[in-house]
């Protein structure tokens, strides 16, 4: 059979169009394997968030060739929407489409020389489960764990930093029912946790008729039998309604974790990014959230070196962040994209200023983040156990509810369970977790017995 590995980059929403290809190729009876393996097709999912990550791209390409010269190479997503030309110049690339030619794969499938085309009978539903052992974008290799769910694509949205709504283009949003339909499916293959994923879902429904919003979705899927946990992977906090808050508390399967991008913690750049949204808005959110959701994990994108940003700008963002008491940061240094108003603003800020300003914000971050994890000490959370060894001693890990990093002394009839767990120490960015003994008696009626390991 032939083979094909799928390199992906950037956000959920990638991972989710990886998983979708991945699928149309076992169904044209290829055998997905590792990146690093030496392939017959490589797909190449790419975002063009910033500067670096186009570099990656191409990076990521010119490995691919050099790992097999006579594969055929298929580059798509945000980079390919954004510079097709560029990577078109690349020599050994085959195809080159963009992420609103995602749904025409099997197209560029059919295009190919060699096998695994429409001469080879497609194999049947339940071979395409056993074989997709990398499909959900989250890595398990074994048993299915957590599963991303696409509800919506593109934005309207148009910050003056971002090319998301230039690459993806105007937001489009799933119906209801086949939304239910695909978690129903995912939810019979085994998986636990479904991850609700798009690029601004908090404006979920707003180009349909207005009647439907991220709240109908969660209402829809919490009953579905086998889903044990339902997080967003990324919520803008621009449309997030108060009683939206209220609506996910009432349902027990909604986990206690929010990414909300903010950004910025200053109301002069976020005016200059067009956030619409102000510092005391974002913060009367949290409370909210804090106040609906115990324990709740707040983690943020924020970005440093915006056109414009003055050293009292920054320090005003630094404060903000502190008084947030966010569990996590992901933080960006400010990268001009092609096309963007911000490109064009005067008074963009030197390299070696934000790079100086992302490393202050960054060092914030690591602090917050472990006064977070060291107030969650002797508490007792429940953890989805993946198929994932990680921390020195390779164990067994998985998240809490409100998102942290557990690593667990268990053997491995462990995986795809949830189990409560008493968050014992630190270690480093990870908790290690010790499991309740009410859960062992709990399982030995079960069909899989959990044990220690010694």
């Given amino acids: 059979m032939p083979t094909a590995a799928f390199i992906t980059m950037g956000c959920k929403v990638n991972q989710y169009d990886t998983q979708s290809m991945q699928e149309t190729m076992i169904r044209n ?50 980079y390919a929407e954004s510079d097709r030309a560029a990577i078109e110049e690349i020599p050994g690339v085959t195809f080159v489409f963009g992420n609103r030619e995602k749904a025409d794969f099997q197209g560029y499938l059919d295009e ?22 990398f499909s959900a974008g989250v890595g398990n290799a074994g048993k299915h764990t957590r599963a991303l769910i696409k509800v919506q694509d593109g934005c309207s949205a148009f910050c003056t930093y971002c090319i998301i709504p230039y690459v993806r283009g105007r937001m489009t949003s799933r119906p209801i029912p086949e939304i239910v339909e695909e978690v129903e499916r995912i939810a019979e293959s085994g998986y636990k946790e479904i991850v609700i994923t798009g690029v601004h879902l908090s404006a979920y429904g707003r180009d349909i008729d207005r009647t439907s919003d991220i709240g109908d979705i969660l209402e829809h899927i919490h009953p579905i039998e086998g889903v044990e946990r339902i997080r967003f992977s990324s919520i803008e906090p621009m449309y997030f309604p108060d009683e939206l808050i209220d609506r996910m508390a009432a349902l027990p399967k909604c986990m206690p974790h929010f990414h909300l991008p903010v950004q910025a913690g200053c109301d002069k750049i976020l005016r200059l990014m067009r956030r619409r949204y102000t510092t005391e808005e974002y913060t009367h959110l949290v409370e909210k959230l804090r106040s609906a959701f115990p324990d709740v994990g707040v983690t943020t994108d924020i970005m440093v070196g915006f ?122 960015q990870f908790i290690q977790g010790e499991v309740l003994p009410d859960a062992f008696l709990a399982s030995q009626s079960s069909a899989i017995p959990i044990h220690l390991q010694t």
């Fill in 112 to 133: 190919l020389d060699g096998p695994g085309l429409l001469q080879i009978k497609p194999v049947e539903h339940d071979v395409i489960r056993e074989h997709a052992r």
């Fill in 307 to 428: 056109p414009g940003e003055t050293d009292a700008d920054f320090e005003e963002s630094l404060r903000f962040v502190e008084a947030i008491r966010f569990s996590q940061l992901h933080v960006f240094r400010y990268s001009p994209r092609r096309g963007t108003p911000a490109a064009d603003y005067p008074n963009q800020v030197p390299p070696h200023i934000s790079a100086e300003r992302s490393k202050t914000m960054i060092e914030l971050g690591k602090r917050l983040g472990m006064k977070f994890r060291e107030r969650m000490l002797d508490k007792t959370m429940d953890v989805l156990v993946e198929d994932s060894r990680e921390g020195t001693n390779q164990q067994l890990a998985g998240f809490t509810g409100n998102y942290l990093r557990v690593l667990l002394n268990v053997a491995d009839s462990a995986i795809n369970q949830v189990l409560p767990m008493r968050l014992t120490a630190l270690d480093g």
């Fill in 29 to 78: 009876s290829y055998t997905i394997v590792d990146e690093r393996e030496v392939a017959d097709v490589y797909v190449i999912n790419t975002c063009t968030v910033t500067n670096i990550a186009d570099h990656k791209a191409r990076k990521a390409i010119r490995r691919a060739i050099r790992q097999n010269p006579t594969a055929k190479v298929l580059v798509t997503g945000c």
